[in-house]
């Protein structure tokens, strides 16, 4: 049996999920992180791609993003993940599978959901424990949010003007919308405090 199609975006935007092996870490050092990211540069840039948000964790990958044509996405996601897995093949002699197959991939059909997906993937390190603040973790698109820290990955979410009218007002509202804990999340404690 063949695998099904894609489900398509009426907005274009996507929830792009990728998750290790048996759940092996697929990150190991701080290389493989900048290896990554420079995979999402080359393959974002050759397949048109806007990248809203994303979060690099140690055994899984959050990006949301942007593509005209599903087919793009395709191309996207099987160049990054195809070329990391040969760069992993590389330098570790590496067999069998590093990703669980075929990424997951979920529609985002309107900008509040868009808004809330941006959040859930920055505040991922914060609900896995790493972390106690996004601020705090390095691999993600939150500090171009929240403080304005240079990202050549992210497209500037079209829904993130709702956050202020000047860019400082963004900022801050930005921060106060991603780290306040909501009663329905359950905050897991850093390891070591």
């Known amino acids: 049996m063949g695998r099904r199609p894609r489900v398509g975006s009426q907005t274009g935007c996507f929830h792009v999920v990728a998750r290790g092996n048996n759940q092996r870490a697929v990150f190991g050092s701080e290389s493989d992180f900048l290896v990554y990211q420079h995979l999402l540069r080359k393959y974002k840039a050759r397949c048109l791609i806007d990248l809203y948000h994303y979060c690099l964790m140690g055994n899984h990958v959050h990006l949301i993003l942007r593509t005209e044509r599903i087919q793009e ?96 007002q963004r900022r801050v509202s930005y921060q106060r919308y991603v780290e306040i804990t909501r009663t329905n999340e359950e905050l897991k404690s850093v390891p070591g405090t």
């Not at 395709?74 to 990054?80: A, D, K, R, V």
């Not at 059909?109 to 914060?126: A, F």
């Not at 790493?130 to 240079?150: H, N």
Request: aromatic share 16%; glycine share 10%; proline share 6%.
């Open 73 to 168: 996405l395709s191309q996207f996601m099987h160049g990054i993940q195809r070329s990391y897995f040969l760069y992993r093949k590389g330098r570790e002699k590496l067999t069998g599978h590093l990703w669980q197959g075929r990424y997951s991939c979920f529609p985002i059909e309107d900008e509040p959901y868009l808004l809330e997906c941006g959040r859930y993937v920055e505040r991922n390190p914060v609900q896995a424990g790493i972390v106690l603040k996004p601020g705090d973790y390095r691999w993600s698109s939150y500090m171009l949010y929240a403080f304005g820290v240079a990202d050549p990955l992210v497209t500037i979410s079209p829904v993130y003007t709702q956050f202020g009218l000047t860019l400082e």
